[in-house]
C-alpha cells in the first residue's frame, strides 16, 4: 500500500522552483511560469542556459535571474515556446501560458506527414 501511495505521488504534478545562477552582488528578481494545465516534459531555459529539465508541472519559479531582459525557451507536452519578459528586483514576474494536451504535437505530425504523402503520391 505504501508503495502504490509514492508511485501515486511520483506520478502528480508538482510545483518546480529553481534557482539561476546568477554572479554574487548583482540584482536579481523572479519569474513564475504558469501553465494553463499541467505539463509533461516541462523544461526551460535562460538566456541559453538550462534551469529546468523533464519535470511534469503547471507552475515553475525560478530565482536569482538578472535583472533586464531574459530569453527564455519552454517546452511542454511536445510544444515549444520562446519569448522575452523583462525581470524585475522590486516585483515578481508572472508570465501565464497556454500549453496543448499531452500528445497533439505527435498527431499533429503524424497527420502532416500523412497529408504530405497523399499529395506526393497524387503529384506523382
Not at 501511495?5 to 534557482?19: E, F, N, Q, S, Y
Not at 531555459?45 to 519559479?61: C, F, H, P, S
Not at 502532416?112 to 497523399?118: K, Q, Y
Request: net charge neutral; charged share 15%.
Amino acid at each position: 500500500m505504501r508503495s502504490l501511495l509514492i508511485i501515486m505521488l511520483v506520478g502528480c504534478a508538482h510545483d518546480v522552483r529553481a534557482g539561476f545562477p546568477a554572479p554574487p552582488g548583482a540584482p536579481t528578481g523572479t519569474l513564475v511560469l504558469l501553465l494553463s494545465r499541467p505539463a509533461n516534459n516541462v523544461t526551460v531555459a535562460i538566456n541559453g542556459q538550462l534551469i529546468v529539465e523533464d519535470e511534469k508541472t503547471g507552475r515553475v519559479m525560478i530565482k536569482d535571474i538578472p535583472t533586464g531582459n531574459a530569453e527564455i525557451t519552454m517546452s511542454a507536452n511536445g510544444s515549444d515556446k520562446q519569448f522575452r519578459v523583462w525581470v524585475d528586483d522590486t516585483h515578481v514576474t508572472t508570465v501565464p501560458l497556454g500549453v496543448p494536451e499531452q500528445g497533439m504535437g505527435f498527431l499533429k505530425s503524424v497527420l502532416g506527414t500523412l497529408i504530405s504523402l497523399i499529395a506526393y503520391s497524387l503529384l506523382r
